[in-house]
């Protein structure tokens, strides 16, 4: 039989039949080969991350060849695992999810093929997953959090506000026009001799330092524009720096690195807070990777506690990239019959509204 | 039962699937830019339904290992493993030069594929074809264009004809042929292309000596195992490494990774 039929004919009977759906999701868009198998969309049954940061530390970020080459010895490890901790086999699981955009075409392709391989080896149903959207339904593995709601989504290949209708569209309302929040915290913690990844090495530095040492710009942009800018702010501490050293005067590391963590900070909350007044929602939610920042976690709360708003944040190994948040997002497309074909690709930008 | 060939490492998407026997029941091969992530699978899906198949009458595939591009060669090692993966069974990697130069096994001489690797390098080896037999005589390496020149003469036997295949025969045979010894050089293709027919040719033997019945365990363990080889470190490593040994050691230009390394481990030389 084609895989065509023999996923169709699985698809309509267990859609039907089947009082729980195990989706065995792959995520490999940049420096993670993840695998997961998540239940009904939100029961974590197992969830494996195999992590290259050891592997790009010694270049201050990503390299995406080599990032590419630890995907396709990482890929299969990493699906074994997953069933072997979920204790099922392929035959188990109800269908194959997959990242297939945004991020790194060569990191992608190694996780879409896979998966296309997987899905057409067992005769399963194939979806493919905006990167996003499964950041966004991270937040129904640990928390309680229907849409609709707004998402500030702040990564370090992403920062970006959303809008998530009851529907389950989603709508993007900003994104930044530079890097993003968590290149610029590579990129500073680099400067800063902090090593990489740079949101917990800054994070740790500005812990006793003065964040009003220096002011450094925040880039809001137009008046009512929820788009974000890093790099100026970026700039200013790299000619800071300069012109320390040039001065020949020592570097303050801690409070340099408080300073650029209020700025970033600041414009992330304003930000978040003008969408939340301007769509009227009860209800923000932080995922990324940069929300397993403390300071950022906690400014948020306060302000969303003074706007009545509840803010909600997953717990943070869902909020660096994983499988499970893209398994969390694949069961949405389940059940509305969304399925791809063998044709599926990667793409290294995806419009989110296609998701 | 039967065995499937991928090879996605060059211009060519190309999938041929056989018997135990060595005889190929379908071949086919593509040349779509850009394309081999796309088709793949569902040429795949094409073949089996065109011999009326099942992936589950697969007993083992041969993968095209490289050299060629990087993301190209990924995708087709990346379907290959998790194929033995997924249906459990063993998976045999074949350099994708090797399989190149194996459509000339009917010739007589000496076949050397000649593949653009940039910066005045080619992916290269050295095989000689004589009586039926078919023997490999340097390995795959990235080298040097104009240098290898040199080394081909030392291997070629006086008046032996050279057969060049890839993108960069053409200047290959232009910079080699005031090198004394190579007096016949032969461009026999000018494009750098692997056919799958030639892939699983070479693997089918292989395998058939080694292959266990599907009963017998242990299958698809080297599923995991399985990666492309560059002949090359990531540009980023190499510039890391030069860094990390200091200024005598080779530019990144140079290093060169060859797959005769027993150990499995990379190592870089020079050549």
Known sequence: ?355 | MALLAIDTATTTLSLALGDRAGHVLAAWTTRVARMHATLLNPLIDEMLAALNMDLSDLEGVIAGVGPGSYTGVRIGVTAAKTLAFALGIPVLPVSSLAAAAYSLRCCTGLVVPVWDARRGAVYTAVYRSQHGHFSQLAADARRDLAAFGETLSTIADDGETVYLLGDSALQAQREWQEQSGLTRIIVYGETTEVRAEDLFALGCERFAQRLPGREEGSHGENANALVPRYLQLAEAEARWLQKERGSEDDGPERTIISPDDRSGHRSCHAD
């Open chain 1, 1 to 355: 039989m084609r895989w065509s039929e023999a996923m169709r004919v699985r698809y309509e009977r267990d859609a039907k039949a089947c009082d729980r759906i195990d989706i065995l999701a792959l995520e490999s868009s940049c420096d993670e080969t993840a695998a997961a198998v998540i239940r009904d969309g939100r029961i974590v049954l197992s969830s494996v991350v195999a992590s290259q940061i050891s592997s790009h530390q010694r270049f201050g970020g990503v390299v995406p060849e080599v990032a590419s080459r630890a995907h396709v010895e990482q890929v299969t490890v990493v699906i074994e695992q997953a069933l072997a901790d979920a204790q099922l086999t392929l035959g188990d699981v109800h269908a194959i999810a997959v990242t297939r955009g945004p991020g790194l075409i060569g990191a992608l392709f190694v996780g879409v093929t896979a998966a296309k391989t997987l899905a057409q080896a067992s005769g399963l149903p194939l979806i493919g997953v905006h990167h996003l959207a499964g950041h966004l339904y991270a937040a129904a593995l640990s928390q309680d959090a229907e849409p609709p709601l707004l998402a500030l989504v702040v990564s370090g290949g992403h920062t970006e506000l959303l809008y998530v209708s009851a529907q389950g569209t989603i709508e993007q309302l900003g994104k930044t026009r530079d890097d993003a929040a968590g290149e610029a915290y590579d990129k500073v913690a680099r400067a800063l001799g902090l090593g990489y990844p740079g949101g917990p090495a800054i994070q740790d530095a500005a812990a006793g330092g003065d964040p009003a040492f220096i002011r450094f710009p925040r880039a809001l942009l137009e008046e009512d524009s929820l788009d974000f800018s890093f790099s100026g702010l970026k700039s200013a501490v790299m000619l800071h720096l300069d012109r320390e050293r040039k001065a020949g005067r020592s570097i303050r590391v801690a409070d340099v690195a408080a300073s650029f963590q209020s700025a970033v900070t600041d414009v992330l909350e304003k930000k978040a807070l003008l969408a939340l007044v301007r769509t009227g929602q009860q209800t923000l939610l932080l995922a990324g990777g940069v929300a397993a920042n403390a300071h950022l976690r906690a400014r948020l709360q306060t302000a969303c506690d003074d706007a009545g708003a509840r803010l909600i944040v997953p717990e943070l190994r869902f909020c660096t990239d994983n499988a499970a948040m893209i398994g969390a997002a694949a069961y949405v497309r389940y059940k509305q019959g969304k399925l791809d074909d063998l044709t599926l690709t990667a793409q290294a930008s995806l419009p989110i509204d296609q998701w």
